[in-house]
């Protein structure tokens, strides 16, 4: 029996920003009610976003935002396509290999799992001059106290390219993040560096005590999606990452 017979669906909350068909939303509703059918969890909440870019320079101007609330447990996917339909598709597929991390997660076997691909389907960075960009987002957050692989998993769960955290053991501000050239897992630690663990990798370099302004040009400098810093003016471990609309957004941890 289809499980979706034996109890309420969620509504499927869409928004859409751009010249979105009117044809996408109802085709990403089919597409979620998919992904639902196959759980088990009590889902209590669907939100999906649909974008179009107005810019016919970018490669991949459709995309597709899912996040699930499986039963308390926040799931997120975030793809980019050339049509949107391809995107909705995508979408399909990402949502469902990030619920297969949490329930990974909850038998315990992230210990031995390989990291999972990272694919080439990424929102395009809208290419502005350095003089052009302005941090336009500062979010200020309580850092959850996590173990490695705790981290490893938020990061996953939620799709993020990087997850601010303070680490359990050492109580050090720290970001879990991909290795751009292998894919691993890779830790950094602005402070004592935790043990390592199998599968993931922890950087021996000391993290840059470095203003908001100083941080950004070093990302300029870099090429690298974001910058990990200590704050000359609060200590504590920051993230200054490149934003898709070109711009900066900056997290900060809560005092």
């Known amino acids: 029996m289809n499980r979706l017979q034996t109890r309420t669906a969620p509504d499927i909350t869409v928004t859409t920003r751009g010249e979105v068909t009117l044809a996408a939303p109802d085709y990403a509703r089919t597409k979620l009610l998919a992904v639902l059918e196959r759980l088990d969890e009590p889902v209590l909440a669907v939100r999906v976003k649909l974008t179009q870019e107005p810019n016919h320079a970018v490669a991949r101007p459709s995309t ?17 396509a050339t049509t949107m339909q391809e995107a909705v598709d ?22 031995t799992e390989r990291p999972a691909a990272r694919h ?9 001059d350095s003089e052009e960009r302005r941090v336009v987002r500062h979010k200020t957050y309580s850092l959850a106290r996590q173990t490695t692989w705790a981290a490893v998993f938020e990061l996953e769960a939620m799709d993020y390219d990087f997850h601010l955290y303070t680490d359990a053991h050492t109580g050090c501000d720290s970001v879990v993040h991909h290795d751009g050239e292998t894919g691993a897992y ?26 908001v302004a100083g941080a950004a040009a070093r990302l300029d400098l870099g090429g690298l999606p974001f910058v990990f810093f200590t704050n000359s003016e609060t200590g504590r471990g920051n993230v200054l990452y490149h934003r898709y609309d070109g711009h900066y957004g900056v997290i900060t941890p809560a005092d």
């Open 64 to 80: 597709a935002q899912a996040t699930l609330d499986l039963n308390g447990r926040p799931v997120r996917a975030h793809v980019a």
């Open 90 to 111: 995508l979408l399909q597929d990402r949502l469902n290999a990030r619920i297969a991390r949490v329930r990974a997660h909850r038998h315990h076997r992230h210990h």
């Open 186 to 211: 890779r830790i950094v630690s602005a402070g004592t560096a935790p043990e390592a663990e199998p599968g993931i990798s922890v950087s021996t370099h000391a993290v840059p005590e470095l203003s």
């Open 120 to 128: 080439e389907h990424r929102p395009q960075r809208r290419a502005l």
